[in-house]
């Protein structure tokens, strides 16, 4: 099912004027202000292509990366490769040292009705017009997006794993987690990794915005193109592919941080009542313990008080959107239905776009930005389980937007995907 391809990225030229991990910054949907300016102030420094800036910031970071490319900043590869990208790291609490194994290549950019590729939840439009808007511009990918792919027999392992013992790159990056790319240029191992995901479907796991982005790009092109092939450069999106079945995939969650409201607290307390049970809490700090583990449950942390929040069960059955249970079974599904559309007034579609809701993957974030008068109210979740990724994927529907956290995120800078033709037509040629 699914078409993959080695690649010739773009990558920085050994210099010593810079090291890597000068030049690779967090992708652009965590990039932090603080961050941004600190990456800015470096003028190699990834950021500056995935996420530009000034009153024209698609144009600028096409005129950057020619300029890049004619200074030999940026060089590309002679020969065509699937790289491996392994990430070792640990979790707060936890001793152990993972790894989440993984390889970049080329995908071709399947719209979800052909079921190849899967999604798991909603989109901000907005972000996904600056997506397309850059590669545009730029025809380049400046980060792999994240997918998942079903393999318990763990065929391609050995091989990466070979790899890595002779990286180009290691870094540890702004999560603390340590990076290591390789890359596979042996033309019978590359035939394999195509061949074993041949008939796989694929998984998004992480970069909805960016995947959509070069899904409307490939649109775009197609219908400009009366001599379209589905073979030209612009079909094509770069992914880092896992395997599912790994021990060592985390999801973690992504809470949710409503800066206004027009109600009283008492109101909105009041009205809580009528679909949940309400316990309060003296620590706000340990909201996310309280709730671990246990079904329909949140923390709350309102105007300084913190309580546990946990559905009646009888009043599951009242939810009137159209999806699948394995959707209305769902934490996030039933915060947004009860509290955001029911209690709030902010309807399932509004709710993409309302911009009094923010997200926040850090617990200890939540609380400062309520103490601080920043935010209104802070909720709470749990993390999202693979198997219910899996199960929504498989059911056709989709999760509300920022259902899940893959930690760690991928970073940007370790290599560039190019989809000018010239460029990207001896990447497909030279292996197949």
């Not at 590669?135 to 070979?162: A, V």
Request: glycine share 4%; hydrophobic share 35%.
């Amino acid at each position: 099912m699914a078409e993959i391809l080695p690649l010739r990225p773009w990558r920085y030229r050994d210099s010593a004027d810079y090291t890597i991990d000068e030049l690779t910054s967090p992708l652009f949907d965590v990039v932090s202000v603080k961050q941004r300016e600190a990456l800015y102030c470096n003028p190699y420094n990834s950021i500056h292509l995935s996420v530009p800036r000034g009153a024209q910031p698609a144009e600028e970071a096409a005129t950057l990366l020619q300029a890049w490319k004619d200074q030999g900043i940026l060089q590309q590869d002679p020969l065509p490769g699937i790289y491996v990208y392994y990430q070792y790291f640990r979790l707060p609490g936890d001793e152990k040292t993972y790894c989440r194994k993984g390889f970049i290549c080329h995908i071709k950019a399947y719209d979800w009705p052909e079921g190849v590729l899967l999604r798991h939840e909603n989109t901000i439009p907005s972000a996904v017009n600056d997506r397309i808007d850059l590669l545009d511009k730029t025809e380049l990918n400046t980060s792999p997006t994240h997918g998942l792919y079903t393999d318990p027999g763990f065929i391609l392992e050995p091989y990466m794993d070979e790899s890595i013992q002779s990286p180009i790159y290691e870094t540890e990056d702004y999560q603390g987690a340590r990076d290591v790319l390789a890359v596979i240029q042996d033309h019978d191992v590359i035939e394999l990794f195509i061949h074993t995901l041949r008939d796989k479907q694929i998984l998004l796991a992480d970069g909805h915005h960016r995947y959509e982005g070069s899904l409307e790009y490939r649109k775009k092109m197609t219908a400009l193109n009366p001599e379209h092939t589905g073979f030209e450069a612009y079909n094509y999106h770069l992914m880092f592919l896992t395997n599912s079945e790994h021990d060592d995939l985390r999801i973690l969650p992504t809470h949710r941080v409503l800066l206004s409201m027009e109600m009283t607290d008492e109101e909105f307390l009041d009205k809580l009542k009528l679909y949940f049970e309400i316990f309060p809490k003296e620590d706000p700090y340990e909201l996310n313990e309280v709730i671990a583990g246990k079904r329909w449950a949140f923390g709350l942390y309102l105007s300084g008080n913190a309580y546990k929040l946990r559905l009646k069960p009888e009043v599951h059955n009242q939810i009137t959107w159209n999806f699948p249970d394995e959707v209305k079974d769902l934490d996030l599904t039933i915060m947004h239905y009860f509290i955001f559309e029911k209690i709030l007034g902010i309807y399932r579609q509004a709710q993409r776009t309302y911009a009094a809701l923010s997200y926040e993957r850090n617990f200890t974030a939540c609380i400062r930005k309520v103490d601080t008068g920043e935010a209104r109210l802070a909720l709470i979740t749990n993390a999202v389980s693979m198997e219910q990724v899996k199960r929504v994927c498989h059911s056709g529907a989709i999760m509300p937007q920022k259902s899940t956290f893959f930690y760690p995120k991928v970073i940007c800078g370790f290599l560039f995907s190019s989809i000018k033709e010239d460029e990207f037509v001896t990447s497909a040629a030279a292996c197949l």
